[in-house]
């Protein structure tokens, strides 16, 4: 994937320029109710940002009536599949997230093409991938764990959300960088897996910030790295993944994608109008709140991130053998 720093994320003027289109075809859009798919059940990230950014259209005043659409199943790969062979008039959208790219990597079954079946929009924000402890573990940091000998540290075990997950693919990921091989122990979810962590029953885990940061703040978990390209500023004593295994930068983000085809006055549209929404004084503070990054805005700039992606994890895929059909 692109790495890129916190630096990095700012509107670009690819996003606040896209209103040169036709005015005309601009005008005609939206005219009727967008159905806004999430490809997961509600009250997760996904949902809560997705739902947000629809509604902030709707206010605008600009003829936007969002409809979110929760399609969980296989990974999210139902409704991605949906959105996909779609009408590509832009009143079906996918709300997409770091699964985008893994799944087709590791499942042969995903009957759709991440960048062939679809055109990008816009990223919206970013959480990164943490690598968190309990208190009472020797290392801590990545450069002590990896300084640790061999032999133990193939007895150590670290928690995932899940098979094919974002924080399991960013170990896999991590293991062909730098050989660590630890016990991989995959959870039906992130939250029993941190809460086994602050019980003491697992030693490691590895997920997004977002849920792992009340952890660290409350010093019931402790982090030992942050897969971003530079420092953190709101963990700024945490190493990079990158200070010990270049090239390791991952991040759990959220984008709009419309089925393939889609007219580019409209996806322009999109974009502007979504860039407009996440200036938004509140919803800045609900993502920040969310412990979410700002992201490159516009669709040249979520093309480029999503292509690193996929070559990505279709690396990682290719190399660890992963398969979970």
């Known amino acids: 994937m692109a790495h890129l720093s916190r630096r990095s994320f700012v509107v670009s003027g690819a996003a606040t320029g896209l209103t040169a289109s036709?005015?005309?075809?601009?005008?005609?859009?939206?005219?009727?109710?967008?159905?806004?798919v999430v490809p997961y059940a509600p009250g997760g990230g996904s949902d809560?940002?997705?739902?947000?950014?629809?509604?902030?259209?709707?206010?605008?005043?600009?003829?936007?009536?969002?409809?979110?659409?929760n399609k969980p199943g296989a990974a999210g790969m139902l409704g991605t599949e949906i959105v996909a062979r779609a009408p590509a008039?832009?009143?079906?959208?996918?709300y997409a997230d770091v699964a985008h790219g893994i799944n087709p990597a590791v499942y042969?079954?995903?009957?759709?093409?991440?960048?062939?079946?679809f055109v990008p929009i816009t990223l919206v924000g970013a959480?990164?991938?943490?690598?968190?402890?309990?208190?009472?573990?020797?290392?801590?940091?990545?450069?002590?764990?990896?300084?640790?000998?061999?032999?133990?540290?193939?007895?150590i075990a670290v928690?995932?959300?899940?098979?094919?997950?974002g924080p399991h693919l960013t170990y896999e990921l991590l293991r062909t960088k730098v050989g660590l091989d630890l016990v991989h122990v995959p959870y039906k979810g992130g939250g029993p897996a941190l809460n086994d962590a602050i019980n003491g029953q697992i030693p490691l885990v590895m997920n997004a910030m977002a849920p792992v940061m009340p952890h660290l703040q409350s010093g019931k978990l402790k982090a030992l790295a942050i897969a971003t390209a530079e420092r953190h500023p709101r963990l700024p004593d945490v190493q990079t993944y990158?200070?010990?295994?270049?090239?390791?930068?991952?991040?759990n983000w959220y984008g709009f994608l419309a089925p393939a085809g889609t007219p580019p006055a409209v996806t322009s549209k999109l974009a502007a109008d979504i860039s407009r929404v996440l200036l938004l004084p509140d919803v800045k503070e609900k993502f920040d709140a969310a412990f979410l990054d700002p992201?490159?805005?516009?669709?040249?700039?979520?093309?480029?991130?999503?292509?690193?992606?996929?070559?990505?994890w279709k690396a990682v895929a290719v190399e660890t053998g992963i398969s979970l059909d």
């Open 22 to 36: 036709s005015a005309g075809a601009q005008a005609a859009y939206p005219s009727q109710t967008i159905r806004l």
């Open 48 to 69: 809560f940002t997705g739902r947000l950014v629809a509604q902030k259209l709707q206010e605008m005043g600009a003829g936007y009536n969002l409809i979110v659409d």
């Open 89 to 94: 008039d832009g009143y079906t959208l996918l």
């Open 108 to 117: 042969s079954k995903a009957r759709y093409d991440p960048v062939k079946n």
């Open 127 to 155: 959480s990164p991938q943490v690598l968190v402890a309990h208190p009472s573990f020797p290392a801590n940091s990545l450069k002590e764990l990896l300084a640790m000998p061999r032999d133990q540290l193939q007895k």
């Open 159 to 165: 928690g995932t959300p899940g098979q094919g997950s």
């Open 242 to 251: 990158a200070e010990s295994a270049p090239g390791v930068v991952v991040y």
């Open 295 to 312: 992201m490159p805005q516009g669709s040249v700039e979520m093309a480029r991130f999503l292509d690193g992606e996929v070559r990505q």
